[in-house]
């Protein structure tokens, strides 16, 4: 099955810098996804987008919908220990059937 | 509170076992979802439910087995014709099938076969 692009696979930042992660794919994609894990949970959504160009905000969280529809970035602004986690974009095709496309997660640390 | 639960937590089985994985939500979702996880991988899909009595396989199906003959509940089999059964397994649901339709997860359940 297809996945994701997602870049980069790990970060080590300190807490107050901003982040930036990006997923890519090679077709186009009707919904894009960005869910965050913890450890031995499930993922949680952080920002959902419908629509090429969109950009929406979830306090400091912000994500884009890419104009060509084969890409979206989720910024993080001044980082707190508690974003450390592991972050998944995921697409949709279209239609009525669920498929979800994962990529393979974006692990990051933060240093107090 | 309405939600997805997943039970047990953590299961443990021999090789050789079928195994059944609970899912159970209370949103009056119509939609549910098995996916699979491995360390340093995505989700991938293994089964979804649209509708009552219906499933269709998703992209690594092979090895497993579910029933939806409740809307609420939608447990996933682990055979043993599955090779690599160890894995940690997420539920999830959404109002419909749709695209813009939300997928919510469940806590997961960790499967190691010994």
């Known amino acids: 099955g297809q996945q994701l692009n997602q870049s980069p696979q790990s970060m080590f930042i300190q807490e107050g810098e901003d982040v930036s992660m990006n997923c890519t794919s090679s077709?186009?994609?009707?919904?894009w996804l960005w869910y965050k894990q913890d450890p031995g949970e499930g993922p949680v959504l952080l920002i959902a987008?419908?629509?090429?160009?969109e950009l929406t905000s979830n306090g400091r969280l912000t994500a884009q919908f890419g104009i060509t529809r084969k890409d979206s970035f989720l910024n993080i602004s001044a980082s707190i220990p508690s974003d450390v986690g592991i972050y998944f974009c995921?697409?949709?095709?279209?239609?009525?059937?669920?498929?979800?496309?994962f990529g393979k997660g974006t692990k990051l640390s933060v240093k107090p | 509170d309405g939600g997805i639960t997943q039970s047990p937590k953590y299961l443990f089985r021999k090789e050789g076992q079928n195994v059944t994985l609970s899912c159970e939500q209370n949103?009056?979702?119509?939609?549910m979802y098995w996916y699979r996880q491995d360390p340093g991988q995505g989700l991938r899909l293994i089964y979804y439910?649209?509708?009552?009595?219906?499933?269709q396989k998703g992209d690594i199906a092979e090895g497993y087995s579910v029933s939806r003959e409740k809307k609420e509940s939608f447990p996933l089999t682990v055979t043993s014709a599955q090779k690599n059964p160890t894995a940690f397994y997420l539920c999830?649901?959404?109002?419909?099938?749709?695209?813009?339709?939300?997928?919510?997860f469940g806590p997961g359940t960790r499967l190691t076969v010994l």
């Open positions: 999830a649901s959404s109002r419909q099938g749709g695209y813009t339709d939300t997928q919510y």
């Open positions: 077709s186009i994609f009707n919904t």
């Open positions: 987008l419908y629509k090429a160009g």
């Open positions: 995921a697409g949709h095709h279209g239609g009525s059937q669920g498929n979800l496309i």
């Open positions: 949103l009056n979702h119509d939609a």
């Open positions: 439910s649209q509708i009552v009595n219906d499933f």
